[in-house]
């Protein structure tokens, strides 16, 4: 069965970084666009990133960009999210989800998610 | 900054149906870009509830229908039970966001 497993949340000072990985088994990785969704305590869900198959398209919402880094390896059945300089308002639960087909398509599959917490 | 529109609430007793509307715009739902829906139980994560407008993955019960029409779409939960308490969030596809979905702003369904 498909099982995404997200690792590498913690507490973390504003202005550093954490580096999430999702571990994805049960499908054939390649062939799936991947994203990853957060969620601030008591709040929505927010789509930050996706990433193609071949990892040439990608995609981060104007609230991350040039401060996160998506990332996948084939190889490894493995997608990442690398945060740096990192704020309160990235306080979240971060989820990986894998798309139906494309980009902007219904995400078939999540993870459990993995907590971010930035304070000092 | 969600660009879909959901009432924050909604409520009903068991056993009668409740409604969850879905308001976008032109650049996505107006477009003709599909709308989905997720529900998301206390502690968990999301889970797809129907796809591309009225469709059921396996599983889910016949209780839970979805329509679309013109910007809005809508999720209809009848004969509504206990477990049915939870988060729903719509999700469509949007052209201005350069080939992101987009999640609605969320509506708590609360069992009376």
Known sequence: ?120 | QSVLTQPPSVSGAPGQRVTISCTGSSSNIGAGYDVHWYQQLPGTAPKVLIYSNNNRPSGVPDRFSGSKSGTSASLAITGLQAEDEADYYCQSYDSSLRGSGVFGTGTKVTVL
Do not use: H
């Not at chain 1, 991350?64 to 308002?89: C, H, P, W």
């Open chain 1, 1 to 120: 069965q498909v099982q995404l497993v997200e690792s590498g949340g913690g507490l973390v000072k504003p202005g550093g970084s954490l580096r999430l990985s999702c571990a994805a088994s049960g499908f054939t990785f390649s062939d799936y666009y991947m994203n990853w969704i957060r969620q601030a305590p008591g709040k929505g869900l927010e789509w930050i990133s996706y990433i193609s198959t071949s990892g040439r398209i990608i995609y981060y919402a104007d609230s991350v960009k040039g401060r996160f880094t998506i990332s996948r390896d084939n190889a490894k059945n493995s997608l990442y999210l690398q945060m740096n300089s990192l704020r309160a308002e990235d306080t979240a639960v971060y989820y990986c989800a894998r798309s139906y087909y494309g980009s902007g398509s219904y995400l078939v599959y999540w993870g459990q998610g993995t907590l971010a917490t930035v304070s000092s």
